[in-house]
């Protein structure tokens, strides 16, 4: 790199526009900042070199030099903000009603809003946040504002810590607040110096000549800024990894335990009991509102749990032992907190089917006595079921949430909203199978006059009836098989949180609000005293309220012989 010898004697950077030591403009780069075509200096970043305006050969150089630009970082976080924009218009996929169409994106989108939702999957807005594009659109305003911070505070540092109280003339006269007095004694020159040390300015001398200076800290100001964003970004980027960030969400069943999910097997959950409250009809205070919504409206519902801390085994292979941790009554605005996780009551079913008792009938005497019976558990059913009188039900197909589509039969997801079966029944001494399917378990519920998707507040528990029987696929069957009874569970619909990166959203934020009080309630403010003769040269320059300046310099050179300073800024 080549170097630029100042006739001061300091040694500059190429790409200097102004002698870091004396001020004096480098005439063969006034062009970088502007300064050959207005009469005032640039003094943004006291004109010293930036490595954008500097190297410009290799590929680092050219991807710094990029990157560097404010218009690039604007343009980022425009994409950035459209892009985010555009992700509220159709729900995300966390957010998809659990009445939809269907809980796929890859359906919901298309079937629900046309070309413009299958666009929207496509390109990844129903997973936004977390989309590998977005993400990587994230990064890129991270190592734009890292690049634009170190690429101008660098240089701004090296030239405010070298800054001399004698500047050159050019220096002086090309500043915005300049004024030149004949004759001035040293009375009055001390005089100022003395006032502007009142007014809490550092002054510093160098053979009669005088810089005043305060404030320099407020330079900083935007930088703080910048890591403040950064260490937000750095958090916004965090929280994609399972160990900064977990969300997850889990259902109970009253008397059951279970793993609390994302936990690694560490916690455990056991409810004891679901509670739901309801606003009284009778309630003067409710009783409209109740009429006009047309449904019970719950006042309240919470969850008695106990959480377990699962300890390692004394021996090797033994299961693990299970330490009560607390006791906690969850509900909507008291979660429980346990070991960094936050457990939320998030919903509840009250009526959830639990076990299923299907008889044996045969195919053309529906009304004779059953010739079987067998209780499917639908947490955990067996693969097969041996009956007392010889016959044998295998189990081929279970569907917990069963749906029908285009693609063909498939469970919408894992829980036992609407089970359905396909049955391989051996009769006695028969190694041929008769095949039945069982499939219309809602369809058979509200035979007895009941909604399962509307909220029952008085839980049906067990409902026994002779209805829903297979269905023949075959046409050839000799027996079938009929749900006679169903029973039922309360369960508890709970939320996982855990969010590690909440500590460096507030670090970020708090020194965000430092960097933007540094910057807007103080001002860098310099005054230089430049002797000439028997008179002086008197400048000033800040970063922000000139006003502000031009008050303290009228208190400075009240009463003496020194010129006011004249406002030398262009149009």
Request: hydrophobic residues 35%; glycine residues 6%; negative net charge.
């Amino acid at each position: 790199m080549n170097h630029i010898k100042c006739e001061c004697g300091h040694v500059n950077p190429e790409g200097t526009v102004l002698c870091e030591a004396c001020g004096k403009p480098v005439q063969a780069n006034q062009h970088i900042d502007g300064n050959d075509k207005r009469k005032l200096l640039n003094m943004r970043y006291e004109g010293s070199a930036r490595r954008s305006t500097t190297y410009n050969k290799t590929i680092i150089d050219k991807i710094w030099n990029f990157f560097s630009s404010v218009k690039v970082a604007v343009w980022l976080i425009v994409l950035a903000l459209i892009a985010s924009g555009i992700g509220t218009i159709f729900p995300l996929e966390q957010y998809i009603p659990a009445d939809a169409v269907s809980r796929d994106p890859a359906v919901f989108y298309p079937e629900t809003y046309g070309i413009l939702g299958k666009i929207y999957y496509q390109l990844g807005f129903h997973n936004l946040y977390s989309s590998w594009w977005y993400l990587i659109l994230i990064a890129l305003i991270g190592v734009s504002l890292v690049i634009c911070s170190i690429d101008r505070f660098v240089p701004l540092y090296r030239a405010l810590k070298r800054q001399r109280a004698k500047r050159h003339e050019s220096f002086i006269n090309r500043q915005r607040f300049y004024s030149q007095t004949e004759t001035v004694s040293n009375e009055d020159v001390n005089t100022v110096k003395e006032r502007l040390q009142k007014q809490h300015y550092r002054i510093k001398e160098e053979n009669g000549h005088i810089v005043a200076e305060k404030g320099r800290f407020s330079r900083w100001g935007p930088y703080v800024n910048h890591i403040g964003l950064i260490i937000i970004l750095v958090a916004a980027l965090l929280r994609t990894t399972p160990f900064f960030y977990l969300s997850d969400y889990m259902w109970v069943r009253e008397g059951e335990t279970v793993v609390i999910p994302g936990t690694d097997g560490e916690y455990y959950i056991e409810n004891h009991e679901f509670i739901l409250d309801t606003y009284d009809e009778n309630d003067e205070r409710f009783k409209d509102a109740l009429q006009q919504e047309g449904r019970i409206i719950p006042s309240n519902f919470q969850t008695n749990a106990t959480v377990y801390h699962a300890e390692e085994a004394e021996v090797l292979g033994a299961e693990e032992e299970l330490v009560k941790v607390d006791d906690y009554k969850i509900t909507m605005n008291n979660p429980a907190k346990v070991g960094g996780y936050t457990l939320y009551q998030q919903g509840y079913q009250l009526n959830a089917f639990s076990k299923m008792t299907f008889k044996i009938y045969e195919m053309n005497d529906p009304d004779a006595e059953a010739l079987g019976e067998f209780i499917i558990d639908l947490y955990h059913p067996q693969s097969q079921y041996e009956l007392d009188n010889g016959f044998t039900v295998e189990v081929a197909e279970f569907y917990p949430d069963f749906e029908l589509t285009s693609d063909g039969v498939k469970s919408e997801t894992n829980e036992t909203n609407n089970p359905a079966f396909v049955f391989n029944l051996y009769p006695p001494e028969s190694e041929e199978a008769e095949t039945s399917f069982i499939g219309d378990v809602i369809g058979a519920v509200e035979e007895l006059g009941i909604d399962p998707k509307v909220v029952d507040l008085q839980p049906m528990g067990h409902v026994v009836g002779t209805f829903a029987p297979s269905v023949d696929p075959t046409g050839e069957n000799q027996y079938r098989i009929i749900i006679d009874a169903i029973d039922f569970d309360r369960k508890s619909g709970i939320s996982i949180k855990r969010d590690n990166t909440i500590p460096l959203f507030i670090i970020g934020a708090l020194i965000f609000m430092i960097g933007v009080i540094q910057g807007m309630y103080w001002q860098h403010r310099r005054v230089w005293i430049h002797p000439k003769q028997n008179g002086i040269l008197l400048a000033a320059h800040t970063n922000k309220n000139w006003f502000g300046l031009k008050k303290d310099i009228e208190k400075a050179i009240e009463g003496t012989s020194i010129q006011m300073v004249d406002d030398q800024k262009e149009d």
